[in-house]
């Protein structure tokens, strides 16, 4: 029995809920509730209620022997946890839990020898059933928010298809993997381990991971996650990582600390517990003495019993716990993962919010933004000759050039191609020398660049965009004429706007933007964003090293401060600010420096964690309200205010209640599901 029930106390803190096995306690009440019912059946008090009579050999002993089964098997995991919060000095629900039914065993063992007139066995059964009801619903609901790591531990196959040097597949546990291995994953199969694509291509399905709906793809070089779905297609993953060291595996860590992790309202509602223990263990003396002294023996122990037992504060044990279990759980699953509850609760009170530009607010890639095209030739065919002359480049610039023409359709072959090292690149298109470049090669090569060029050229700088030529280089001495001109740009985020406005909307004062990048281009990009003149704020040219300026400048401002960077060189800034969000982060979620982790590229998962931290917060509040309002009525009731008026409560009647105000929290807590936090994809 010792051994069984040993691991089941309440600690102090939050853990309280450590070591509780939901399907054990599902066990004991059923055992207790059979034992129970005979106890209840043969009370002489309810056959008297119920008009009924039972007399057989042995009546007499069903309580105490059953009563007393019950009690020190359905009651040792409130027992074990009472004296655990003794020896821990951290007074709480255990306690009091273990003090009710310690006094009402007591009560009906001297009732059993004829110390007192009570029928108190079948309240004594009833109150441990009870309570074994409600903390096993308490484990229940918690363990179904902390399922969240079941899930992410059930993501990855328990197989894989190794490839062989020789080309062979065989099968192999997933476990078996090592760094260096390839694996096939089949259309519909599920990537094994963290890796690069060395061949093929798929859509791939990354929600489980990231929270976004819709399928990503994916090609040769690309980094795969384990956990997500091939969808379409069938590829060749080279493993870089795996077993702990796997993204899924971080999140798995996060979302453990996370739900483990406390914070001030979990520091308040244990503090509330322990006061409430004091404040019954007064009320129970007093009520004790107080009915002793009228005279009412039986009363002083019924009133007594009753008043510890209503006084337990399972709602208040539930109110944090389930509230912080469910917010994490919810969150992991949105690709929102809680590292520090402390930053997640600061959330709810950021009224400034910096975002880094580059990754962040844009996609960290060039786009064609402008083309323009001179000498009677037409856009597309300004495209189509650069993307050939451009076509065997690694410069990211290039490879812009190249998806927007094949976007297009528009193709050509090049060839004798050559690198101008630092100047741009050249080759031959349809027997023609071209070549594609910046302003290097136009001073070099003193290229005629057309009036219409320099217009566009002009009006694309000034807003801080790269601007390249396509120069038509002649076979003799005439100087190269350009005949086409680009504009490429770092792409804002089309859902970068709809996170500004978002903020906005809930009341965030003041969005910052930081970036390295030249005044031009980081107030254009502000300018697309839509902030606003003397309001919002932009860090332009800011060195890596000192982004945490940016931060602590702001503060200086009286600005409760959430950074919002990519968590590589901005580290010193996520870590200043009152709230660090490291996103795009969902292959590499171990960054220390941010409490906040948003698996997906989205900014508007920043909404979605302010929303989530309000949303939390105000359910604390109102459990820790209502285990608080609770006890202020229930207390003086069990301890019989009311029995000149004909109104009292038996202990029974009060575990009862007691049990009811617990299923209020968790049911008030679940309503945290309706928290959106995942962008509506409207």
């Known amino acids: ?36 019912v005979p106890i209840v059946v043969t009370s002489h008090m309810v056959m008297d209620w119920f008009g009924y009579t039972l007399d057989f050999p042995g009546i007499e002993l069903v309580g105490p022997v059953l009563g007393s089964i019950v009690f020190f098997y359905g009651g040792w995991p409130f027992l074990v946890g009472g004296v655990r919060e003794v020896r821990d000095r951290a007074p709480g629900m255990m306690l009091l839990i273990s003090m009710a039914i310690t006094v009402a065993y007591a009560a009906s063992l001297l009732t059993s020898l004829g110390a007192f007139d009570l029928d108190f066995w079948w309240e004594l059964a009833a109150l441990v059933t009870i309570m074994l009801l409600g903390h096993w619903q308490e484990m229940k609901a918690i363990g179904q928010a902390q399922g969240a790591l079941a899930a992410l531990a059930a993501l990855l196959p328990d197989d894989a298809e190794r490839i062989a040097d020789d080309g062979t597949v065989t099968r192999a546990p997933v476990a078996d993997l090592r760094v260096g291995d390839v694996v096939l994953v089949r259309s519909g199969g599920r990537v094994p381990a963290d890796g690069r694509i060395v061949d093929g291509g798929a859509e791939l399905d990354e929600s489980m991971i990231t929270g976004e709906s819709r399928p990503v793809p994916r090609g040769v070089g690309d980094r795969v996650v384990a956990g997500t779905v091939a969808t379409d297609s069938a590829l060749r993953v080279r493993v870089d990582a795996v077993g702990e060291d796997t993204a899924l595996a971080g999140i798995g860590r996060l979302v453990a600390q996370a739900q483990a992790s406390g914070g001030r309202a979990q520091v308040l509602a244990d503090r509330f517990a322990a006061m409430l223990f004091y404040v019954a263990t007064a009320a129970a003396v007093v009520t004790f003495v107080a009915w002793w002294a009228v005279g009412d023996s039986d009363q002083s122990v019924v009133r007594t019993v009753t008043v510890l037992v209503i006084a337990c504060p399972h709602a208040l044990g539930l109110a944090i716990p389930l509230v912080i279990a469910l917010s994490t759980a919810l969150s992991a699953k949105a690709g929102v993962l809680v590292k520090d509850r402390l930053a997640l609760e600061r959330m709810r009170t ?333």
């Not at 349809?430 to 219409?452: F, H, K, M, Q, S």
């Open 350 to 682: 950021v009224d400034a919010v910096l975002f880094d530009k580059t990754g962040t607010l844009t996609k960290g890639q060039h786009t064609v933004t402008g083309i323009a095209a001179a000498g009677g030739t037409t856009e597309d065919e300004v495209l189509r000759v650069a993307a050939a002359v451009e076509a065997d480049s690694e410069h990211p610039l290039a490879k812009a050039i190249v998806a927007v023409a094949s976007e297009r359709g528009l193709r050509a072959t090049a060839r004798d191609f050559r690198s101008l090292t630092g100047r741009g690149v050249q080759a031959v298109v349809d027997d023609a020398t071209w070549a594609v470049g910046g302003p290097a090669l136009l001073r070099e090569r003193a290229v005629t660049v057309p009036d219409e060029l320099t217009t566009a050229a002009g009006s694309w700088s000034e807003r801080g965009a790269a601007v390249l030529h396509l120069v038509r280089l002649p076979e003799n001495d005439d100087r190269p004429v350009a005949v086409g001109a680009f504009a490429l740009e770092d792409e804002v985020r089309p859902e970068a706007r709809a996170a500004i406005a978002e903020l906005r909307e809930q009341g965030v004062r003041k969005i910052a933007m930081i970036t390295g990048d030249a005044r031009a281009v980081a107030e254009a990009v502000a300018a697309d964003l839509g902030f606003r003149p003397g309001v919002d704020e932009v860090f332009a040219e800011v060195l890596p090293a000192d982004k945490d300026r940016a931060v602590a400048e702001l503060q200086r401002q009286g600005l409760t401060v959430a950074m919002v960077g990519d968590g590589v060189n901005d580290a010193p800034a996520l870590a200043r600010a009152d709230v660090g969000l490291a996103i795009g982060a969902g292959t590499d979620v171990a960054i220390e420096s941010a409490g906040v982790i948003l698996a997906s590229s989205d900014p508007r998962g920043v909404t979605g964690v302010i929303r989530l931290s309000r949303a939390a917060y105000r359910k604390m509040v109102q459990n820790l309200a209502w285990a608080a309002g609770y006890n202020v009525v229930a207390i003086p009731l069990a301890a019989g205010v009311l029995a000149w008026a004909g109104f009292t409560l038996s202990p029974a009647v009060g575990a009862v209640l007691m049990s009811a105000s617990t299923i209020v929290v968790a049911v008030n807590a679940q309503l945290l599901r309706r928290v959106r936090l995942t962008p509506d994809e409207s």
């Open 1 to 36: 029995m010792r051994d069984k029930h040993a691991h089941t106390g309440h600690g102090g803190g939050h853990d309280k809920h450590a070591g509780h096995d939901p399907e054990q306690f599902r066990r004991t009440f059923w055992l207790s509730l059979a034992l129970t």
